[in-house]
């Protein structure tokens, strides 16, 4: 499904972009300045990784690290699923969803940075395609939703708190040994 927009048309152009050798702690406060959830890891114009709020939370904050002696490079995604500008938004989304990420880094042909999309981005021009972002966290909310009950488990026949995985009722052991 072509959209007819391109992400060089809807892209942020300048995009928050930090060196690698930066302290948490101040890329924290670059991002408060710059009101952003993420920032680019450069190093000579070549993507090297991005760090988000939820790097900064999960990586540092909530491990006890301290931050002003902590660098990004320690904590900064190096996977990172990018665009081109060419690049249909619809099959941006696309990407998005399958990689699980809400940002992609745009790079030109010379694999340099000069934008990054985001969801909200695409959201604001084409709010329609929401509905593929959705339909993969209804999938993985499901796949990981558990409900529990009490009763026999249906792997071991033991009274306990059960869980239900997969349309099977089984206790937290039985939980933990077999993926149904």
């Not at 809400?102 to 990054?116: A, F, H, S, T």
């Amino acid at each position: 499904m072509h959209t007819g927009i391109k992400v060089m048309n809807i892209m942020t152009r300048n995009p928050v972009m930090v060196n690698k050798d930066l302290d948490v702690e101040s890329c924290s406060k670059e991002m408060l300045k710059q009101k952003v959830g993420s920032v680019l890891v450069l190093q000579d114009k070549k993507l090297l990784g991005m760090v988000t709020e939820k790097d900064i939370l999960e990586k540092v904050v909530s491990q006890g690290k301290d931050p002003k002696n902590t660098k990004i490079s320690k904590i900064m995604t190096t996977t990172i699923t990018t665009t081109h500008p060419g690049e249909d938004i619809y099959y941006a989304i696309l990407k998005m969803r399958n990689s699980s990420v809400r940002r992609l880094p745009v790079l030109n042909q010379e694999e340099e940075v000069i934008g990054l999309l985001t969801l909200n981005d695409i959201l604001r021009v084409h709010p329609d395609l929401f509905e593929i972002m959705v339909e993969k966290l209804r999938i993985r909310e499901e796949n990981t939703k558990l409900t529990q009950l009490e009763g026999n488990c249906s792997e071991c026949g033991t009274f306990s708190s059960l869980f239900r995985n997969k349309g099977q009722l089984v206790c937290s052991t039985c939980n933990h040994h077999k993926i149904y």
